[in-house]
């Protein structure tokens, strides 16, 4: 289930891709695109990125596949993730920024649907379902990877199905309680805390490996990053409020 619906999510942003670029190339050729100079600067716009920058994440999942791969195809599947994660991002925002009018819609959690209505009708009806696509595949990945975390921190005295309940319950309350600008930016520092975490026990292990203590300081920095993003990390509307 969770394979047919990621497909279909990563099947979905193509098709969005390839409207948005279309749309781009006919505001370009009538030389109506938009710039818009930035609303942010120096450090609350450091301190929204923080609070932005760790949502290209949730690839770890591989981690736990121990018993079904080795460690290098889980190695090459974590990155793999990671680029081509990175690359949609980058060309999607890039499409995004210079497309639309930064008052044409308002900030709210449905806009994008809003407007990618205006590039084609049946876009949002697309949008909706990768949306919910990607919200069960991402449940089903998150809740799997940090039920056998628990477990395997406790040593089994916790297992993975009270894991499961536990992360579930707390999931709700969340959802239906804050804003969710707020619940990225939670988001955010709670996975700079655990990649924080991961730096850590990482550099730990490179400076006690010969000739790897360049890449043992990598991690070093990396883990102090981190520790920033976890103080410093804002949402989008405490920073545009």
């Given at each position: 289930m969770e394979y047919s619906a990621v497909t279909l999510?990563?099947?979905?942003?193509?098709?969005?891709?390839?409207?948005?670029?279309?749309?781009?190339?006919?505001?370009?050729?009538?030389?109506?695109?938009?710039?818009?100079?930035?609303?942010?600067?120096?450090?609350?716009?450091?301190?929204?990125?923080?609070?932005?920058?760790?949502?290209?994440?949730?690839?770890?999942?591989?981690?736990?596949?121990?018993?079904?791969?080795?460690?290098?195809?889980?190695?090459?599947?974590?990155?793999?993730?990671?680029?081509?994660?990175?690359?949609?991002?980058?060309?999607?925002?890039?499409?995004?920024?210079?497309?639309?009018?930064?008052?044409?819609?308002?900030?709210?959690?449905?806009?994008?649907?809003?407007?990618?209505?205006?590039?084609?009708?049946?876009?949002?009806?697309?949008?909706?379902?990768?949306?919910?696509?990607?919200?069960?595949?991402?449940?089903?990945?998150?809740?799997?990877?940090?039920?056998?975390?628990?477990?395997?921190?406790?040593?089994?005295?916790?297992?993975?199905?009270?894991?499961?309940?536990?992360?579930?319950?707390?999931?709700?309350?969340?959802?239906?309680?804050?804003?969710?600008?707020?619940?990225?930016?939670?988001?955010?520092?709670?996975?700079?805390?655990?990649?924080?975490?991961?730096?850590?026990?990482?550099?730990?292990?490179?400076?006690?490996?010969?000739?790897?203590?360049?890449?043992?300081?990598?991690?070093?920095?990396?883990?102090?990053?981190?520790?920033?993003?976890?103080?410093?990390?804002?949402?989008?509307?405490?920073?545009?409020?």
């Amino acid at each position: 289930m969770e394979y047919s619906a990621v497909t279909l999510k990563l099947a979905i942003i193509v098709g969005l891709l390839v409207g948005l670029t279309y749309y781009f190339y006919q505001k370009a050729s009538a030389a109506t695109l938009f710039v818009h100079p930035p609303l942010l600067s120096g450090w609350p716009a450091l301190t929204l990125a923080f609070g932005l920058i760790i949502t290209v994440q949730g690839f770890e999942t591989s981690r736990y596949l121990g018993g079904n791969y080795d460690a290098a195809t889980r190695i090459k599947s974590m990155r793999l993730a990671q680029i081509v994660c990175a690359v949609i991002y980058m060309i999607y925002i890039g499409l995004f920024a210079y497309s639309f009018e930064r008052e044409q819609f308002a900030l709210t959690e449905t806009a994008i649907i809003d407007m990618m209505g205006i590039i084609t009708p049946i876009l949002p009806l697309l949008l909706v379902a990768a949306a919910l696509a990607a919200q069960f595949s991402a449940a089903i990945a998150d809740t799997s990877g940090s039920g056998g975390l628990v477990e395997e921190l406790t040593r089994g005295h916790v297992k993975a199905r009270t894991g499961y309940a536990i992360l579930v319950g707390i999931g709700l309350l969340m959802t239906w309680s804050i804003n969710i600008f707020q619940i990225i930016a939670y988001a955010s520092r709670a996975f700079a805390l655990y990649y924080t975490l991961q730096s850590v026990i990482a550099a730990r292990r490179a400076f006690l490996i010969k000739g790897s203590r360049l890449k043992g300081i990598g991690f070093v920095l990396l883990a102090m990053l981190g520790v920033i993003i976890v103080l410093f990390g804002n949402d989008l509307e405490s920073s545009n409020g």
